[in-house]
């Protein structure tokens, strides 16, 4: 009979206990909610929470994504489509909160979700469509600034912010091709055009440096015939006549003249000189 009793406690026991026995993930919250009323968190652990009368709400801490798709108008009226993706986590020190005020994370995601999809068509409709273009790496960071503001209220934080896609209508895909188009034709003039006035810099400083030679080899020579003149001044009457002759001799370049007069030369050449 003792081990018939002994048996049936031990039955009561493992209905009773193992079931209360919880274990909770480093990367979840759990939150108790006792006879229907919101008691308190378990610790990372293996922790007890009577089956019977401790209800068991856990969340997930790990980083969630929404990647949605969104659609807006500029200011200037052009159709925007798009594609974001959102990471967040939830607060673990509002678990509590979150409970109370969303009970599953469905629902808190499902009003989460749409309030992040409304802030970020609130970024895109406050710009027009060619700032959107221009000022597409920093869009993320706008769209993050405005869900900081926001996930409070939702006990979550945002982790990363990045836009996956945006479209415009054909026409005007068009227009920002040919607008391309035409700042890399200016940009490819702006080039040109530079290396133009390099060219011509260095043409310019390689004159310069030309010039500067002829310069230096003119005052040279100046300097030279300066010289000359000086030299030729102290000679005497002869030995200039003698210098003048053999100057006439050395270029000379053979061919005579027709007719050579003078007092030393009183000759004809071509048929007299014979």
Not at 119 to 133: C, G, P, R, Y
Not at 147 to 167: K, R, W, Y
């Amino acid at each position: 009979m003792k081990k018939i009793v002994a048996g049936v406690i031990a039955l009561l026991v493992v209905i009773l206990i193992l079931p209360s026995i919880v274990f909770v993930r480093t990367e979840e919250a759990v939150v108790i909610r006792r006879l229907g009323v919101l008691s308190h968190t378990l610790d990372p652990g293996p922790q007890f929470a009577f089956w019977i009368t401790d209800n068991r709400i856990r969340y997930d801490l790990r980083v969630r994504e929404a990647d949605l798709n969104f659609s807006a108008h500029s200011t200037d009226a052009q159709a925007i489509r798009g594609q974001v993706s959102i990471q967040y986590q939830l607060v673990p020190s509002d678990a509590l909160d979150i409970a109370e005020h969303f009970g599953a994370i469905d629902r808190l995601e499902s009003r989460l979700h749409a309030v992040l999809l409304q802030e970020t068509q609130n970024v895109f409709a406050m710009k027009s469509a060619m700032d959107l273009v221009q000022q597409r790496a920093t869009l993320p960071l706008e769209i993050r600034a405005r869900l900081d503001q926001v996930a409070p209220q939702f006990h979550v934080q945002i982790t990363n912010v990045a836009l996956e896609g945006m479209s415009f209508s054909p026409a005007f895909e068009q227009s920002i091709e040919q607008v391309a188009i035409a700042d890399q034709a200016l940009r490819q003039s702006e080039l040109d055009a530079a290396r133009d006035m390099v060219y011509a810099q260095r043409a310019l400083e390689v004159s310069k440096l030309e010039a500067e030679a002829i310069l230096v080899q003119v005052r040279a020579d100046a300097e030279a015939l300066s010289i000359m003149q000086d030299a030729w001044g102290d000679l005497g009457a002869e030995v200039r006549e003698i210098m003048l002759r053999q100057l006439t001799i050395e270029r000379w370049d053979g061919s005579l003249p027709e007719v050579i007069g003078g007092s030393d030369m009183g000759f004809i050449i071509n048929g007299i000189m014979e």
